[in-house]
């Protein structure tokens, strides 16, 4: 059964730092581009951030410099390392792979940025 759970979420202050895990099992995850997608409230789900297979990244204009997507494929993990968090980040930060054949999404995790 194939799974990505996300970790790492909580509550900060503006300003404050957060690392994200996307663990996955049933897969290997080096062969999945990686992306990170995040969900306000009553809003349509945004995209974040991606990882290929090869390590290209590329962000969304609003997170770019302050985040980080990276991948350890022997962990079995991609993070999303995010700096100096703005209330406006505050949402459900979704996990999500896509194979040659497949998709998966994780759960979600919740960051709540207030002061």
């Known amino acids: 059964q194939v799974q990505l759970v996300e970790s790492g979420g909580g509550s900060v202050q503006p300003g404050g730092s957060l690392r994200l895990s996307c663990t996955a099992s049933?897969?290997?995850?080096?062969?999945?581009?990686v992306n990170w997608y995040r969900q306000f409230p009553e809003k349509e789900r945004e995209w974040v951030a991606y990882?290929?297979?090869?390590?290209?990244?590329h962000y969304h204009t609003s997170t770019k410099g302050r985040f980080r997507i990276s991948r350890d494929n022997g962990k079995n993990v991609v993070y999303l390392q995010m700096n100096d968090l703005e209330v406006e980040d505050t949402a459900v930060y979704y996990c999500?792979?896509?194979?040659?054949?497949?998709?998966?999404w994780g759960q979600g995790t919740q960051v709540t940025v207030s002061s």
């Open positions: 990882i290929t297979r090869e390590r290209n990244t």
């Open positions: 999500h792979a896509r194979g040659p054949e497949f998709v998966y």
């Open positions: 049933g897969i290997n995850i080096s062969d999945y581009v």
